[in-house]
């Protein structure tokens, strides 16, 4: 009996176990207390940020933008008229070089034409201080010379008519030039006035006469025979021979 007694009080008495009591709360709740404590912090985070970056942050941010995009654009105008002035100007330098290589072809033409006319202008002198002009046809300053190449000759010559010049001359200028080809073999070779159709004359006074002819490669030029023939009739007029070493 006393046994039973101290088991009953053991169990029951002061001396026995605590208990703990818990509420259990089923998961859908437990979903929707997260979903509204995240809502919750969403709108607290939204608040802040739009409190810094509205109202007049935003304007801010708004003119410089805005500010941004004028400047842009005036850079690109500012970038077009640049390129199209220089375009421009590199037209124009190509222009002005065009123009000053021209200049130079002109200026270089003029010179030897001027020394050419000089030439001219001193043996004309050179007859009138005579006193007289040969009668009939003349040849003066005739030169046969190689023009740089082994087989290239050009020539040059001024022919003048003196005497009472009743009507002007009518003629042509006809070389014949004496070659020695290879192997020893001789041979001639006619060659026409290369500056007018045919090496046509056509002058009361004087007329410059100059061209170019060209040998056979190989060939040695030994004479040329310069002659001017009478048109009509090819009458030889007048004649002259280089000789050459």
Do not use: C
Not at 10 to 33: C, H, K, P, T, V
Not at 83 to 106: C, D, F, H, N, V
């Amino acid at each position: 009996m006393p046994s039973l007694f101290r088991r009953l009080r053991s169990n029951f008495g002061i001396g026995s176990s605590r208990m703990a009591i818990r509420s259990q709360l089923a998961w859908q709740w437990r979903w929707l207390l997260n979903l509204l404590m995240m809502a919750a912090a969403g709108v607290i985070v939204w608040w802040l940020v739009s409190g810094r970056i509205g109202g007049q942050d935003v304007d801010q941010m708004r003119q410089r933008l805005d500010a941004l995009t004028e400047e842009n654009a005036a850079l690109k105008r500012s970038l077009e008229s640049t390129r199209g002035t220089l375009a421009e100007r590199e037209g124009q330098l190509q222009i002005e070089k065009a123009a000053q290589g021209e200049l130079a072809r002109s200026s270089a033409q003029l010179q030897e034409e001027n020394a050419s006319l000089k030439d001219d202008l001193g043996f004309l002198r050179k007859l009138m201080s005579s006193g007289a002009t040969p009668e009939g046809l003349g040849v003066s300053d005739l030169r046969i010379e190689r023009d740089g190449a082994s087989n290239a000759y050009t020539y040059h010559m001024l022919l003048t008519q003196g005497g009472q010049r009743k009507q002007d001359f009518k003629g042509r200028v006809q070389l014949v030039a004496h070659v020695d080809a290879q192997g020893g073999a001789q041979s001639t070779l006619s060659f026409p006035d290369a500056t007018a159709p045919a090496g046509a004359l056509d002058f009361r006074f004087y007329q410059k006469v100059e061209g170019r002819f060209t040998v056979p490669d190989g060939a040695a030029l030994k004479s040329v025979d310069v002659r001017v023939v009478a048109l009509p009739g090819g009458q030889v007029k007048l004649s002259r021979t280089v000789n050459f070493p």
